[in-house]
């Protein structure tokens, strides 16, 4: 399903363009961040509503407890900022790199990447609900002790990523690339091809305490 574009937003007409910095506590409604660049923002506890980003930077800082609902973000870099304990409802975000990534805690609800590429980003005990990865590479991702609830990973490559201790319910991963660390029940609630679980088996093998004898 291909992406929502900015004239498809049904608050496109009305977003007012943003200047200067970002606020703690700052309330942010129908309001479009085009080419900016925040060094080292101090915005914990923001809120975000019907906003739109279009090649925003953010280096540093903090976000903190900050909450985004029906968002939409293209080209957006994320590097090195706190983003735990986030809240993101109907999020769209396309394009964007996050690397560096602190977002434990966080609770992600139909929110939806496509083409994305996230880089030691931090998801330990966050919530995903409803949460969809389209052709995106995920390196160093850490989902331990994540819970992950109607999730899809397609044509995605998870490189590195940490499945220990996650739960995982109707979590999709057919079509995936899975180069991850798993525990002895890390898979179970996955839904995975036939062709995924040969290329596994020697990791689950290992994880149950199985020693496999070579031909």
């Not at 498809?8 to 200047?19: C, E, G, K, N, R």
């Not at 703690?24 to 080292?40: C, K, M, W």
């Not at 966050?126 to 109607?150: I, P, W, Y």
């Not at 899975?178 to 990791?203: E, F, H, K, M, Y």
Request: hydrophobic share 45%; proline share 4%; glycine share 8%.
């Amino acid at each position: 399903m291909a992406p929502r574009e900015l004239a498809d937003l049904p608050y496109a007409a009305v977003l007012t363009p943003h200047s200067g910095g970002l606020a703690a506590h700052g309330q942010y409604d129908t309001v479009r961040f085009s080419e900016l660049t925040f060094d080292e923002p101090s915005a914990a506890n923001a809120k975000f509503l019907e906003c739109a980003f279009t090649q925003v930077s953010f280096q540093g800082g903090q976000l903190r407890r900050s909450r985004f609902s029906d968002v939409w973000l293209r080209d957006v870099r994320l590097t090195g900022i706190d983003l735990a304990e986030t809240s993101w409802l109907d999020a769209t975000i396309i394009g964007g790199v996050v690397a560096g990534v602190s977002a434990f805690g966080a609770q992600l609800r139909r929110v939806a990447f496509h083409g994305c590429k996230l880089d030691s980003v931090n998801f330990r005990g966050a919530l995903l609900t409803e949460v969809s990865f389209h052709e995106c590479l995920l390196r160093h991702v850490d989902f331990s002790g994540a819970k992950l609830t109607r999730t899809v990973f397609t044509e995605s490559r998870l490189n590195e990523s940490d499945f220990t201790g996650v739960t995982l319910d109707q979590v999709d991963l057919r079509g995936a690339e899975l180069g991850i660390t798993i525990g002895p029940d890390s898979l179970r609630g996955a839904i995975i091809t036939t062709a995924q679980l040969v290329d596994i088996a020697p990791l689950i093998a290992e994880n149950l305490g199985i020693a496999v004898d070579p031909p």
